[in-house]
């Protein structure tokens, strides 16, 4: 992290963003100008090497992938589910091989078949309609059910703006510290893969000192196979807009940041609106209500990069630095974006929040079990009969999720849940699992963000691993060495064994692994271990033919 860019860049703040104006760099197909982002560099008086090492880092931004007209979703759901190889070859009857590009993932994963033109989203059968899609503009908006197993907390049906906000009085009358020990008390914990305390996180912030403080809703949603915040985000915008302005009365924050990512267009176009609709009503802006209370919220549309759902990383961005992982500490609640104390937080915590402020701690910890309360939205892709969103009330088996499914369409051997870097469960340990933090812990995986992606009886376990390499290399931020470097080698590793007669050898594979989960700085290159360790321990005979030595080597 560079404090002085974070300074420079902080000088125009929020209002004339640096790395909005990255965006608006691009025009057409076109790759950003030299000359224009020379330009920029001297603006924000910041040196042209770093807004060059900046842009250079998006998908969406990188001068190799300007000219692309249209983006095949490389995700994992898509991957399993073999809908792309088929989507490409129709899609070469309308555009050359240079002009489709990639993207990963557009949360299509219930009907795959997935892709990304002209700032809308395709999926399952849209295909058929190209011809529309192209010369009409047609948009064809996904459908997926959104069923509950427990109470209804997260998938409540919306009212009107006046009557879901009507709990915002209530707050506006209490004191910070009443607030978070309510939030405390209703145990709720961060949705977006580490479980963190949130009541614990607005206190740190609330206690922290500062004038200028910061909410970050974490819609960047990067966990192939995940699409509960694009539910959320689309579906019940209201409830992360309620959620982050309770959380900046908490901690004394007055500006709010909704950074989506943008393989999510239909979330942006969703959210610019609520956003607007709250302004009218007085829910947000100058004096809320009439209260002391002003916040003013900031839709950020990303720019292609897994790693900006990581909050550190997340912070740079915003701030037009390259996206790479900070050191902690200073945590982001004491110090966070431009330098000041910022909560990140995740949509479905956020979302969680006006539940808990509505009926009361004691209500929503009423549900789930001691340590992990309230409900979880799961996430399934196309291999269950019938996919789409489930809100669970933690602790209900994952059996019962997957009969509450219809089950599976086709023979499946494993399930990868909790995105790339969460666990790889082989089918015969679902029943061992119920839908918690600890559940998954003790049976080492990880609940993660609760996406469900399906490997199916014929896809090889060895290409499966693969894949989740080359996403982790491709992803990877490159500011420490055991993930830039241990991440691409494994890739090649792994490729070559599939494509050459050669072995990869176990001893020195299960030596990155370990490298890889002990010297990484963040989650990244330190998480990518534990599926490819569920794999080598559950799937030995399977891979065996791949390694030099198929015993029950290091890896447990
Ligand atoms: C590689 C990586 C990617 C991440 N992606 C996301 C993401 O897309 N959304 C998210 O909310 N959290 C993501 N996280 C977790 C965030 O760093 C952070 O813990 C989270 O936003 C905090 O919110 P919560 O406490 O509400 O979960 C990611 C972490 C890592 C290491
Ligand atoms: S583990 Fe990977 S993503 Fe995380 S800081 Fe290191 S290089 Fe960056």
């Known amino acids: 992290m560079s404090k002085n860019l974070s300074h420079l860049s902080g000088r125009k703040g929020l209002t004339d963003n640096l790395f909005d104006r990255y965006g608006q760099l691009i025009k057409g197909d076109d790759a950003a100008k030299a000359d224009d982002l020379n330009k920029l560099a001297d603006e924000f008086l910041i040196g042209t090497s770093s807004i060059y090492g900046a842009t250079t880092f998006y998908d969406f931004l990188k001068p190799e992938n300007q000219g692309k007209k249209i983006y095949v979703c490389n995700g994992s759901a898509c991957l399993c589910a073999d809908t792309q190889p088929a989507l490409k070859k129709k899609l070469l009857d309308h555009f050359s091989e240079d002009q489709i590009g990639e993207m990963c993932c557009l949360g299509r994963c219930h009907e795959n078949h997935a892709f990304y033109f002209e700032g809308n989203n395709y999926s399952g059968n849209s295909i058929q309609n190209m011809e529309a899609i192209i010369n009409e503009g047609y948009a064809s908006p996904d459908h997926y059910v959104v069923k509950v197993l427990g109470p209804v907390i997260l998938t409540k049906s919306f009212a009107d703006i006046k009557t879901y906000y009507q709990p915002l009085d209530e707050v506006l009358q209490k004191s910070s510290e009443d607030l978070i020990k309510m939030i405390k008390n209703s145990g709720l914990r961060g949705r977006g893969g580490a479980g963190f305390p949130m009541g614990a996180k607005l206190e740190f912030c609330h206690q922290a000192q500062g004038d200028v403080k910061f909410i970050i809703c974490n819609a960047d949603e990067g966990d192939p196979g995940a699409y509960s915040d694009r539910y959320l985000l689309e579906q019940q915008p209201h409830s992360v807009l309620f959620g982050m302005l309770v959380a900046g009365y908490v901690t004394g924050a007055q500006h709010g940041v909704i950074y989506i990512r943008g393989e999510y267009p239909e979330s942006v176009r969703v959210m610019e609106d609520a956003v607007q ?195 982790a290399a491709h992803e990877s931020c490159g500011k420490c060495f055991p993930c830039r470097l241990g991440t691409k080698r494994a890739e090649e590793m792994l490729r070559k064994s599939i494509e050459e007669e050669y072995q990869i050898d176990r001893i020195l594979f299960d030596d990155l692994i370990h490298t890889l989960e002990i010297g990484s700085l963040c989650a990244h290159g330190g998480g990518i271990p534990l599926p490819v360790k569920n794999a080598l321990h559950y799937f030995n005979e399977e891979l065996s033919s791949h390694f030099s030595i198929s015993s029950n080597v290091l890896v447990k």
């Open 277 to 471: 609709a709250l302004e009218i009503a007085n829910l947000a802006g100058q004096q809320i209500l009439g209260s002391q209370f002003s916040f003013h919220f900031k839709i950020i549309k990303a720019q292609g990069a897994y790693i900006c759902g990581e909050e550190t990383a997340l912070i740079n961005s915003i701030e037009g630095q390259r996206p790479e992982v900070r050191t902690r500490p200073p945590y982001p609640a004491q110090y966070g974006l431009f330098g000041k104390p910022t909560i990140v937080s995740n949509v479905e915590t956020l979302a969680s929040l006006h539940y808990i402020i509505e009926n009361g701690s004691e209500a929503y910890r009423s549900f789930g079990t001691e340590l992990s309360t309230g409900t979880k939205l799961l996430s399934l892709d196309s291999h269950f009969t019938q996919p789409g969103i489930y809100e669970v009330e933690m602790g209900t088996p994952l059996q019962d999720v997957i009969d509450a499914a219809g089950g599976f369409r086709t023979k499946i051997k494993a399930l990868h849940i909790g995105g790339p870097l969460g666990g790889l469960v082989p089918a015969h340990k679902i029943s061992d699992l119920t839908i918690d933090f600890e559940s998954f812990k003790q049976e080492g995986f990880l609940l993660g963000h609760a996406s469900i992606v399906s490997i199916p009886e014929t896809m090889p376990m060895i290409e499966y691993l693969r894949h989740l390499f080359e996403f």
